[in-house]
């Protein structure tokens, strides 16, 4: 029977089985940066989340069209601002066009991106880009009486809509609640009917740098319509995931549900996926509270709450260490906690030769391909289950155990054995989690790849210019090599058969 896919739903508050409106095609859409900075940690979280959806969907043989789009007219990051395109004010203030710091920190997100071993998506469309669909999405909330115009600016009318469709279906919140929270703090109050009412379009101020004609005033769209305009255009009136941060749940998931009842009748999502927040002193991380390291500092080292830098492979390994609808608390010694971690799996997986199929000493245990098979379930069990990476990862380190226990001649692995656990790291440690020894470009990993070949050759002669003068009973020469060796990070370790040694970073 064929194992099912669970995922967990928030609009339902429950998992799932997940079962795709036109398969084998699944349609994805994901929200995006703001591209008037450096990405933050915050904004790994849905890259690397959603990167996993995307890997082990594809991994099921499913064609996923994957959307993600950026947000280059920065205009209401939220509907409390008061309303300076947030992409604008860089601009005036760095004396730069808008679209240039759009373009210098999209090209910066994608340098991150990369580096984080994170699959492009298959359509990756700019708000700016879409301004006619967006239009269009108001036109058709406005003919069906959900919006009204008010000073060249359109508002959605959120109690009438209530009164016909319930809003707060994905949040949880009833009108009033979101009327109480919303009082005296949105952009616009004087021109709206209701407090909780948000905007669909917004006329522009003279000063105002990015703005387009419209059937209504020259303005720019509101924050929520891109994304409900752009998934219809790339995904159709249904699709099957939507994700994103929990943070987006209230408002911006949930107008988009608004948005998308109020034009075409029915919302277009089956799933919505939201990922949990990276904390850092138990708050949100995030550009809002300026409590946010981005992730070119965590690469340098270059933040004061940092001891030192991290490369982007631990900044994978550590959001994959906790599920993805789990809190991240970040700290020092949980990044050093999960580069040892990183580097222990690595470390397995380069050590799977053809030496541990050597025959070990009497009674030692011999690995079959039974065991990496039941291995191999376990970690496809937790993928099943709503992509549960640490029970991927603690399956992984079991099976680090027994390739150590065979390095250590304490274990040997029949020949297709190691042939079964080569192919488990394989499709699980690099293909499914996207982890790599090497975080840079391809050119940069393959020189680097020679280079550890080439330096790798050199501590083994040095080696074994040691065991020769050990052979000699030439101690001083000896201890000279080990001393000089360990003084450079080496940790040497004498064997029956000769020696091993490894660079502890």
């Given at each position: 029977?064929?194992?099912?896919?669970?995922?967990?739903?928030?609009?339902?508050?429950?998992?799932?089985?997940?079962?795709p409106l036109h398969a084998p095609h699944v349609g994805m859409?994901?929200?995006?940066?703001?591209?008037?900075?450096?990405?933050?940690?915050?904004?790994?979280?849905?890259?690397?989340?959603?990167?996993?959806?995307?890997?082990?969907?594809?991994?099921?043989?499913?064609?996923?069209?994957?959307?993600?789009?950026?947000?280059?007219?920065?205009?209401?990051e939220h509907d409390a601002d008061e309303g300076e395109d947030?992409?604008?004010?860089?601009?005036?203030?760095?004396?730069?066009?808008?679209?240039?710091?759009?373009?210098?920190?999209?090209?910066?997100?994608?340098?991150?991106?990369?580096?984080?071993?994170?699959?492009?998506?298959?359509?990756?469309?700019?708000?700016?880009?879409?301004?006619?669909?967006?239009?269009?999405?108001?036109?058709?909330?406005?003919?069906?009486?959900?919006?009204?115009?008010?000073?060249?600016?359109?508002?959605?009318?959120?109690?009438?809509?209530?009164?016909?469709?319930?809003?707060?279906?994905?949040?949880?919140?009833?009108?009033?609640?979101?009327?109480?929270?919303?009082?005296?703090?949105?952009?616009?109050?004087?021109?709206?009917?209701?407090?909780?009412?948000?905007?669909?379009?917004?006329?522009?101020?003279?000063?105002?740098?990015?703005?387009?004609?419209?059937?209504?005033?020259?303005?720019?769209?509101?924050?929520?319509?891109?994304?409900?305009?752009?998934?219809?255009?790339?995904?159709?009136?249904?699709?099957?995931?939507?994700?994103?941060?929990?943070?987006?749940?209230?408002?911006?998931?949930?107008?988009?549900?608004?948005?998308?009842?109020?034009?075409?009748?029915?919302?277009?999502?089956?799933?919505?996926?939201?990922?949990?927040?990276?904390?850092?002193?138990?708050?949100?991380?995030?550009?809002?509270?300026?409590?946010?390291?981005?992730?070119?500092?965590?690469?340098?080292?270059?933040?004061?709450?940092?001891?030192?830098?991290?490369?982007?492979?631990?900044?994978?390994?550590?959001?994959?260490?906790?599920?993805?609808?789990?809190?991240?608390?970040?700290?020092?010694?949980?990044?050093?906690?999960?580069?040892?971690?990183?580097?222990?799996?690595?470390?397995?997986?380069?050590?799977?030769?053809?030496?541990?199929?050597?025959?070990?000493?009497?009674?030692?245990?011999?690995?079959?391909?039974?065991?990496?098979?039941?291995?191999?379930?376990?970690?496809?069990?937790?993928?099943?289950?709503?992509?549960?990476?640490?029970?991927?990862?603690?399956?992984?380190?079991?099976?680090?155990?027994?390739?150590?226990?065979?390095?250590?001649?304490?274990?040997?692995?029949?020949?297709?054995?190691?042939?079964?656990?080569?192919?488990?790291?394989?499709?699980?440690?690099?293909?499914?989690?996207?982890?790599?020894?090497?975080?840079?470009?391809?050119?940069?990993?393959?020189?680097?790849?020679?280079?550890?070949?080439?330096?790798?050759?050199?501590?083994?002669?040095?080696?074994?210019?040691?065991?020769?003068?050990?052979?000699?009973?030439?101690?001083?020469?000896?201890?000279?090599?080990?001393?000089?060796?360990?003084?450079?990070?080496?940790?040497?370790?004498?064997?029956?058969?000769?020696?091993?040694?490894?660079?502890?970073?």
């Amino acid at each position: 029977m064929e194992q099912a896919l669970y995922v967990y739903n928030t609009l339902t508050r429950k998992k799932e089985v997940f079962r795709p409106l036109h398969a084998p095609h699944v349609g994805m859409y994901v929200c995006g940066p703001t591209v008037y900075g450096d990405a933050h940690l915050g904004h790994a979280r849905p890259a690397i989340t959603f990167d996993i959806v995307f890997r082990f969907l594809q991994h099921l043989g499913y064609k996923v069209r994957y959307v993600r789009n950026i947000t280059d007219v920065g205009h209401l990051e939220h509907d409390a601002d008061e309303g300076e395109d947030k992409i604008a004010k860089k601009a005036r203030l760095e004396q730069l066009e808008p679209m240039e710091v759009a373009q210098y920190y999209t090209n910066r997100f994608h340098e991150a991106m990369d580096a984080l071993g994170c699959l492009p998506p298959s359509i990756e469309p700019h708000a700016t880009g879409h301004i006619i669909e967006q239009q269009e999405l108001v036109k058709q909330i406005l003919d069906n009486g959900f919006a009204y115009e008010s000073n060249g600016s359109i508002y959605f009318d959120v109690e009438k809509y209530n009164k016909v469709h319930k809003y707060g279906i994905l949040s949880g919140r009833s009108l009033e609640n979101t009327k109480d929270a919303s009082r005296d703090t949105l952009a616009g109050v004087g021109e709206k009917k209701n407090q909780a009412d948000f905007a669909l379009w917004k006329a522009a101020q003279p000063e105002h740098i990015m703005r387009w004609p419209s059937p209504w005033s020259d303005g720019f769209p509101g924050w929520h319509c891109e994304c409900t305009a752009m998934g219809r255009k790339y995904l159709g009136s249904h699709f099957d995931i939507h994700g994103g941060g929990m943070d987006l749940v209230f408002p911006h998931h949930e107008c988009e549900i608004a948005q998308a009842v109020a034009s075409q009748g029915d919302q277009m999502v089956a799933y919505w996926l939201h990922n949990n927040m990276i904390t850092i002193d138990g708050q949100k991380m995030g550009k809002s509270l300026g409590n946010f390291i981005t992730l070119p500092q965590f690469f340098s080292g270059d933040h004061p709450k940092l001891e030192r830098a991290y490369s982007p492979m631990t900044i994978r390994f550590f959001i994959l260490q906790a599920h993805y609808r789990s809190t991240v608390d970040f700290s020092n010694e949980a990044l050093q906690a999960a580069e040892k971690g990183y580097e222990r799996l690595m470390d397995a997986y380069r050590n799977l030769t053809p030496a541990l199929v050597q025959g070990a000493a009497a009674g030692a245990k011999n690995v079959e391909v039974s065991d990496v098979e039941a291995i191999r379930q376990k970690c496809y069990d937790a993928m099943y289950d709503d992509f549960n990476t640490p029970i991927v990862i603690s399956n992984l380190f079991e099976a680090c155990k027994l390739v150590n226990l065979a390095a250590d001649k304490k274990a040997s692995f029949t020949e297709e054995a190691l042939e079964a656990m080569k192919a488990l790291f394989q499709t699980f440690a690099i293909e499914l989690l996207g982890l790599k020894a090497n975080a840079g470009s391809a050119s940069a990993s393959a020189s680097n790849d020679a280079r550890e070949e080439a330096f790798g050759k050199v501590v083994d002669m040095l080696l074994e210019q040691r065991m020769k003068a050990k052979a000699n009973k030439d101690w001083a020469t000896s201890d000279l090599i080990r001393d000089n060796l360990a003084a450079l990070g080496f940790e040497v370790k004498d064997t029956k058969d000769g020696f091993s040694w490894k660079l502890n970073k």
